[in-house]
């Protein structure tokens, strides 16, 4: 792929965007309540004040007016104030985007370093016991619920054995980066466990498949070692499916885990985004939004350049 | 009362939501952080009545505070400042600075959700440093619950400031027991001593005794009960009603219940919903309900009520029409009305079913499974209720502008609740469309009177002509449930909208 066709793809992507932008904005809207009806559920809070919050944030305008206003701000780069805290949306984002990356990279990583050679070692093993074993295990990991997985191993971890912190990113008054790995420990591992389930599922039919192929059997008959014929010719073709998988994942990761995060008490991107919906924090909704639309649509670009490098048949002209 | 030696230490204290900011009048939540670093003129104890805070004492019109003006149409209200208390950057405290609270939550520019009560002055005078004198435009009895109670706000370094996105509502600056240290947002606040601090125990020991306090978010309420029991979290209130018993058990904590000012209800919705304006109809659901049985579903620990004024206050109505759970009069009273059962046991009249939506918060467990308890209660008299809960911003949308046919939900008041604000025909939380003049006359009285006699006569039959109309019935109130680590010693629940952290300058640790 050269620059000019990278320069074409993300150009394309901004029509793209911008429909994003008006059907999230327009089911945000679309959506009963308001942010100032937060404010309405004190019962000290009179009308004039609420009516002086509406004029003051915008909230009075037509909305196709408010829709305008927000577009040529968002694209300037001023992505304006959040009404529930009144600090830059910028500003709020960039916080919670720090811990987000940590955890969401580290049990990233985590997944695929235990997910790919699982995925390898049920394939090439298929029907043996190691495979069994894995199988219930994926399976294991695909249903049962995070929420409940984390109290357990809270319970575990923390109340019994007092070897792990429950929650939290770190202990308070504490910076160091070994205090942030002891936090990590729990949540990184539980949110891993899903994706590590389904990727190795993936990796495993994937690998069958190609396993099967002519091209491996006459690697085979040429009197190849079985590592050999696993590892330099099936391995790169039954990775490419698995791209695709992994790229999309790729793009949550910015939007944080909402669940984790919560049990947690991980001061991450999910939980303001639960916390802005909640409180219909629309700069704050919007911006993150945007991000996450944005972060799939590079994602899927990264997935494009990665199946050329894996796989030189495919280009891109 | 603590010794020398039980001086120090800091506490750490579990929130379950997230700080939005720090400034009390501005804060989508009550102030838990706030109250411990912001103090007002006066304060809500234990039992809800008002003490002196910043203020000598409390305005009233037996000790001279409060003057009614000759026409009984305005009074006047002056306060004594205490002398040399201190902002804890050390500023003393004077009168310009509550006459300087006043004009900046009432700047229109400031975007704050609590400006109740600033339209009611007319004007403060400031004769001296320690003297606040303060014109109301109308009798307001209510005063003492709003403004110079929440928190005062240090002139000397918010004049000319922007309110809104002032470092205030980071690091708020107060004359309490406590001062900011570092805010982490979704995380934590830390406060530490304020050196400046005015109060001193009995023994003449300093205040406060703790060095520090430490808020943790944790927005998942069984994550807070686990860090309750690694001892990460010695204080967290509203635990969930299912997991009493199992923190009761655990070593070194004990359970304090709070019985907040709050009371459950279930709503008719009179606008949109015929079959409710039958009042007949409306009794027969009170009769229908089994409160014993929705208090015994939540662990027994909420307590069923006949009133909206729960019996905390003086002016509680005990003669109130009552509507003791009664299965056979429910049905004979829907007999009457014309809802004979029809084929599947559900109630029909004119060939409509007797089935409605019945709306609560969802995701809050107690209301849901109180909410389960009265589907059941009102499915034995024949009438079908379908869940319809909503959370957030949606459930607020829905239950100010009455989008239900019943609404399942409760509210927590101050020490000196507004009725009308629920009741009166233009109140404006009275989502459900409710309208009776007699009831206004009623509250109009109450609230617009300071002779503590006829307020409490207009109280008490308001409470009587509401329960005799029943267009909510009052079904339980509801306590907080605290767990506090045993070692902490001076802690007394509060039981008011101003939270337990009111008064913290006499916590220690043991």
Redesign the interface.
Known sequence: MNAAHLLKRLLGTLPLLLGVSLLLFGVLHL?????L?????????????LA??RV??GLDQPLPVQYVSWVTAFFTGEWG?SI????PVSQ?IL??LG?TLILGGTSFVLSLLIALPLGIVSAVRRYSGVDYLITFLSFLGVSMPV?WLA?ML??LF??QW?VL??????T??SDSVLDLLHHLILPAFILAFASVAGWSRYMRSSMVEVLGQDYVRTARAKGLTAGKVVYRHALRNALIPIITVVALDFATILSGAVITE????W??IG??FI?S????DYPVLMALMMAGSFALVISNLLADLAYAAVDPRIRYE | MATAQQRGGTL?VGLGY?I??LNVY?T?FLGDVQAAVVEGLVAPDAKANYVPVLATQVPSVRNGGIKVAADGKTMTVTYRLRPGVKWSDGQPLTSADVKFTWEAVKN??F???????T?DIASIETPNATTVVVNYKRVAPDFM??LFTFGILPKHTLEGKDL??DSY?EKPLGTGPFRVKEF?????V?LERNPYYWRKDSKGVQLPYLDGM?F?????S??LV??L??G?VQLAYSIPYSQVKQIDGVPGLRIVKNNVLSWQHLDFNLKTVDAFKDPNVRKAFAYAINKSAVSKALGGYPNPINSVVVPVFSYANAAVPRYDYNLTRAKQLLDAAGWKPGPDGIRVKDGKRMSFKIMAQAGRSTDEDAQQVIIASLKQAGIELQPDN?????F???R?KG?YDLFYGG?I??ADP?YS??FGSKG??NGQGYSNPRIDTLLTRAESTLDPAQRTAALREFQSALMADLPSIPITTNPSMIAVTEKLGGFVPNPTNMTNFVNTSGWYLK
Do not use: C, H
Request: no cysteine.
């Open positions: 959506a009963p309540g308001g942010p009806d937060v404010y309405a559920d004190n019962p000290s809070v009179s009308p004039e004040a002086q919050m003051a944030f104030y529930r805290t009144a600090r709020e916080e919670r811990p929420f109290l809270q319970l923390a109340v007092r912190p429950s929650a939290g990113i770190q308070i008054g919560t049990i947690f008490a001061p991450g939980r303001l916390e919906m909640n409180g219909r | 750490t997230d939005d900011t501005s989508g229109p520019k975007i704050a959700e609590s400006k109740d009560g339209e619950s709003t809104n996105t509502n982490r947002r979704g995380q934590y830390i430490i943790k978010i944790i927005p998942d069984n994550t686990t860090q029991r690694t990460e909503k959370s957030g911003v949606a607020r949308d829905a100010y989008n509210w008041t101050s507004t604000v629920f404006v939380n």
